[in-house]
């Protein structure tokens, strides 16, 4: 059964967690039930899906009721109130967003990424790199890293790419492609993934 329509707030205070405040499992029941309602499997739930699935919990061979009937307008309200654009569905965004009122777009970013498909593995880069070009690989992700903190902040590659005229669309899509684990920051292993997977063409404007 779909957890209850009700605003929940898992934040954690933790430094530790970063972007990432809320239950990652949470996150992810979530697109489970969201996609069993989405028979479909369009990315998009309709009346008709939502009254079908609160239906389906009801007992076989039952006949029409008032159950049957409250259910049906349960489904009618429920999509009025998740359907914030009013184009008659409900996105999982929507969903994430009733759900987490509390989330900045930071938050609500990164929970998109622990929802989406995730990408098969990369296969291994048929460049040889040396020891001396991985070393030189580290030097430039130590430079990156401003703050010393062991990763590349959006903010830090935004400041060090700005300088070369290279636009914010250009790092959102950076980070879309090469932070696995959405995060918000390059590790030392995805900057120098990002490296040798040809971040030339990543980088060209």
């Not at 309602?37 to 990315?43: E, F, K, M, R």
Request: glycine residues 4%; hydrophobic residues 35%.
């Amino acid at each position: 059964m779909p957890p209850p329509l009700v605003a929940v707030d898992n934040r954690s205070t933790s430094r530790t967690q970063r972007s990432a405040k809320y239950a990652y499992s949470d996150v992810i029941l979530l697109k489970a039930v969201f996609d069993s309602i989405d028979t479909d499997g369009n990315g998009s739930v309709d009346l008709y899906e939502l009254q079908r699935s609160l239906l389906s919990r009801t007992h076989q061979g039952s006949k029409v009721s008032k159950d049957v009937t409250r259910k049906l307008q349960i489904a009618d309200i429920a999509l009025a109130r998740l359907d914030k654009d009013c184009n008659g569905v409900v996105d999982f965004d929507e969903l994430l967003a009733l759900m987490y009122p509390y989330a900045t777009k930071r938050d609500m970013e990164v929970m998109r990424k622990w929802a989406a498909p995730k990408r098969l593995p990369r296969s291994p880069s048929p460049v040889h790199f040396s020891k001396d070009d991985i070393d030189e690989q580290k030097a430039i992700f130590a430079l990156y890293d401003t703050d010393k903190s062991g990763f590349i902040e959006r903010a830090e590659l935004e400041a060090r790419l700005k300088k070369y005229n290279y636009s914010k669309e250009s790092v959102d899509n950076i980070f879309t492609e090469f932070d696995v684990n959405g995060d918000g920051r390059l590790s030392e292993a995805e900057f120098l993934s990002m490296v040798q997977d040809g971040v030339s063409s990543t980088f060209r404007r």
